[in-house]
């Protein structure tokens, strides 16, 4: 079963971070995602850049043009940082590898499970 890891930190935390510790992290983020190749259950890894260079699009109604929001977004105390995508049997060995991550030493690791958006 395919499972989302989705890395929410905090917003500003990259700015604030000194870049020895930032290249800490990446080094053990890089790490943990080649322990996952080695494991096989990785499908895809992706960082990604903070929220001051994303855009939300979204319609009030079906039938009314796309607004876009430019980010950063005021209102959102955490940002979406990064995702893993796994493919692993069971949430409870989603959940295990969501434990060693290293994020979950300055961000949360949210554990998704993918599946159609009909079923709830």
Avoid: N, W
């Amino acid at each position: 079963m395919p499972y989302l890891l989705l890395i929410v930190e905090p917003r500003g935390q990259r700015a604030a971070c000194p870049p020895d510790e930032a290249h800490r992290r990446y080094d053990a983020m890089m790490a943990f995602t080649s322990d996952l190749q080695r494991d096989g259950v990785l499908l895809r890894a992706e960082s990604l850049r903070p929220d001051d260079h994303a855009v939300r699009v979204s319609r009030s109604a079906p039938d009314a043009l796309p607004s876009l929001v430019d980010g950063p977004f005021a209102e959102a105390k955490e940002m979406v940082g990064g995702f893993f995508l796994i493919d692993v049997a069971s949430r409870q060995t989603a959940v295990a590898i969501a434990e060693r991550c290293p994020a979950v030493d300055f961000a949360a690791v949210e554990v998704r499970e993918c599946a159609p958006c009909h079923v709830l």
